[in-house]
């Protein structure tokens, strides 16, 4: 008896959805991209993709998803790239390391979406796993940068960068000091993107569906 | 990044994944022309992936007439500064000084367009000199692939700008598509004289028949005015649309913004596309192609 595939879902709102395909085929599961509530529960978990955080929050508010999104994530493994690692942060703070502050001064330009300081203003997010994010911390497209992780060659894509990491996280691998691919219970975040640069599956992709088998 | 710094190594992060990688972070999405701080708001308030900071909408341009140049660097500083999306900016086809500047800022991405007046009549910028990534119009798949040749990482349709008609960008999504589907069944004797039909890199049509399509990701530009044109668009294989004069001279522009992000996000759906067009108000008007004066066809800028 053969068992049941794995049916894995990628949030299809916007952003890197299709370069997951290939990755989940090869570690022996299907593919699914998802934006319907419907959708929502035919998977067996779910990966929330990179794209542009505003603009995912910004249709799962218009979509009205959030109900959907919230029976997915109370009993089925996540993982969130980039983008998605923002919404699953407890804590998502706005900024890019420019030299925004100094110019909004000068400038008297009022701060976006009502953010008071750069520094502090914080963006919603989902709070799946106890860590605190700051959006584009390592700065713009200029400090986009491939690296090194665990032996695999990555991208970081204005990448957001974890500031804090609750006990109960587990850091699976850094990059110079900061923690880029965590886990907790059944959810996973990776700040970099496995799917660009790795053969197929990449070993990030092995892991979470191994974590989806293991909690299945 | 220096320009001048030679082909860039892993960590220099001069390298062409990192630049087509934020081209696929865009997908599924709408970047939208912005001219003021206030308008960027709008447009990330909406859902737009990204902003593209102009001193004028095409449409003004074309009805300004004179020379377009880069848009003043404070103001394209002051749009980076109010939003938290990739800021895009626009320099002159060839004019790689203006490009030079605009990595100096830091935008995200730069787009050699011809919605400028062209700089040069023969050379397009060299692009894999810089670190930040170029998006560049194509009107079939040899222009493309010429563009990507030079270091392009996004390639977009070159659609008549400020003229809310999407008869042009349809064009050119026909054309590259019906380029591929040709090239996908030649062999390789048959490839080098279709690259030299074509005037494409034998290199790079090698790729595109082995990969079976495009090396970087493909948006649609240019004339899109409604919901309706970008669900068209995507339709016809746009991964990504930008919206230029659609949207700040249409009635009400943060309606238009969000209809198009809704329209973008389900285009394959009739039914959310016909949500997203309900109660929405005039559109842009627009103007018939054949009423431009040759020599303000902006397709025809560049090679």
Redesign the interface.
């Known amino acids: 008896m053969t068992k049941k595939k794995l049916n894995i879902g990628v949030l299809?709102?916007?952003?890197?959805?299709d370069?997951h395909r290939p990755h989940i085929e090869a570690a022996g599961a299907s593919f699914c991209a998802v934006?319907t509530p419907e959708e929502f529960e035919s998977v067996d978990a779910l990966i929330l993709p990179?794209?542009?955080s505003?603009?995912m929050l910004?249709?799962i508010d218009?979509?009205d998803l959030e109900e959907s999104l919230k029976k997915v994530f109370a009993a089925k493994p996540v993982w969130g790239i980039?983008?998605g690692s923002i919404l699953m942060a407890e804590t998502a703070y706005?900024?890019?390391r420019?030299n925004?502050r100094d110019?909004?001064q000068q400038?008297e330009?009022s701060p976006?979406?009502g953010r008071r300081d750069d520094s502090e203003e914080v963006q919603k997010s989902f709070g799946l796993l106890p860590i605190t994010i700051e959006?584009?911390g390592y700065g713009?497209?200029?400090?986009?940068?491939?690296a090194v992780v665990d032996g695999f060659?990555v991208?970081f894509?204005?990448a957001p960068l974890v500031k804090a990491v609750n006990d109960n996280v587990e850091i699976l691998a850094s990059h110079d000091g900061t923690p880029v691919w965590l886990r907790s219970g059944r959810y996973m975040v990776t700040t970099f993107?496995p799917e660009?640069?790795l053969s197929y599956p990449s070993p990030m992709h092995r892991a979470f569906i191994d974590l989806v088998r293991a909690s299945a | 990044m220096s320009p001048k710094s030679p082909k860039g190594t892993a960590n220099s992060g001069n390298v062409i994944n990192l630049k087509t990688g934020l081209a696929e972070m865009l997908k599924g999405g709408v970047i939208m022309d912005v001219v003021t701080a206030d308008q960027a708001k709008i447009a990330e308030d909406a859902g737009a992936v990204a902003v593209m900071a102009l001193e004028r909408v095409p449409s003004d341009i074309r009805a300004a007439g004179g020379v377009a140049r880069m848009s003043p660097p404070e103001l394209v500083e002051e749009i980076m500064a109010s939003v938290s999306i990739p800021v895009m900016a626009k320099c002159r086809i060839g004019h790689f000084a203006e490009a030079q500047i605009l990595e100096a800022i830091g935008v995200d991405y730069i787009d050699e367009s011809e919605v400028l007046t062209p700089a040069d009549e023969d050379y397009h910028i060299d692009k894999q000199q810089f670190k930040v990534p170029f998006v560049c119009g194509a009107t079939c798949l040899a222009e493309g692939l010429r563009r990507i040749g030079e270091g392009a990482a996004l390639i977009r349709t070159k659609g008549e700008p400020g003229t809310g008609n999407i008869v042009e960008a349809v064009r050119h999504m026909r054309e590259i598509n019906q380029d591929l589907k040709r090239v996908l069944t030649l062999d390789d004797a048959e490839l080098m004289t279709e690259a030299k039909d074509l005037g494409a890199p034998f290199e790079l049509l090698k790729i595109v028949r082995d990969e079976g399509g495009l090396p970087v990701p493909n948006f649609a530009a240019g004339g899109i005015a409604t919901p309706a044109d970008a669900a068209l668009c995507m339709q016809l294989g746009a991964q990504t649309v930008f919206v230029g004069s659609g949207i700040f001279k249409s009635d009400n522009p943060a309606n238009f913004a969000k209809a198009i992000v809704k329209s973008v996000a389900h285009f394959d759906d009739p039914k959310m596309v016909l949500e997203a067009s309900k109660g929405l108000g005039e559109a842009m008007s627009g103007i018939e192609i054949a009423e431009i004066q040759d020599n303000m066809r902006m397709a025809k800028r560049g090679w």
């Open positions: 299809a709102l916007q952003g890197c959805v370069r934006k990179g794209g542009e505003t603009t910004k249709l218009t979509f980039c983008a706005v900024s890019s420019t925004v110019l909004m400038r330009i976006p979406c959006r584009n713009r497209q200029r400090e986009s940068h491939n060659e991208s894509i204005r993107h660009l640069t």
